[in-house]
């Protein structure tokens, strides 16, 4: 069974960091595509980013772009989300996804989603 659980959000101040992380198990995760996507109260669930199995980074948003950093640790099979410079309009759910093809992630239609952790920027 495969799980992906996300971890690391909370309340921030504008211009403050945080750091999101994601454990997987059940899959191989070295072989998978992870990426991370948000939703914001109201608004369609959003790509942030993607994470090849490759190490390849792809699909920025550009609202992100310079603020956020993707990484992934294929020993942990955990892949983190680096958050920094953070805006009120960051503000929403993170969810982590894992997929074997990247058009997963472009048509919102991943294998495998987490549950998701908020993320509140406060101005």
């Known amino acids: 069974q495969v799980q992906l659980v996300e971890s690391g959000g909370g309340l921030v101040q504008a211009g403050g960091s945080l750091r999101l992380s994601c454990a997987a198990s059940?899959?191989?995760?070295?072989?998978?595509?992870m990426g991370w996507f948000r939703q914001a109260p109201g608004k369609e669930r959003e790509l942030v980013v993607v994470?090849?199995?490759?190490?390849?980074?792809?699909d920025w948003t550009d609202s992100v772009k310079g603020r956020f950093a993707i990484s992934r640790d294929n020993a942990k099979n955990t892949v983190d989300l680096q958050m920094n410079s953070l805006k009120p309009e960051d503000t929403a759910v993170y969810y982590c996804?894992?997929?074997?093809?990247?058009?997963?992630?472009?048509?919102?239609?991943?294998?495998?989603w987490g549950k998701g952790t908020l993320v509140t920027v406060s101005s």
């Open positions: 994470l090849l199995w490759n190490g390849i980074i792809t």
């Open positions: 059940g899959l191989t995760f070295s072989s998978y595509n």
């Open positions: 996804a894992a997929d074997s093809s990247l058009n997963g992630f472009r048509t919102r239609r991943v294998n495998y």
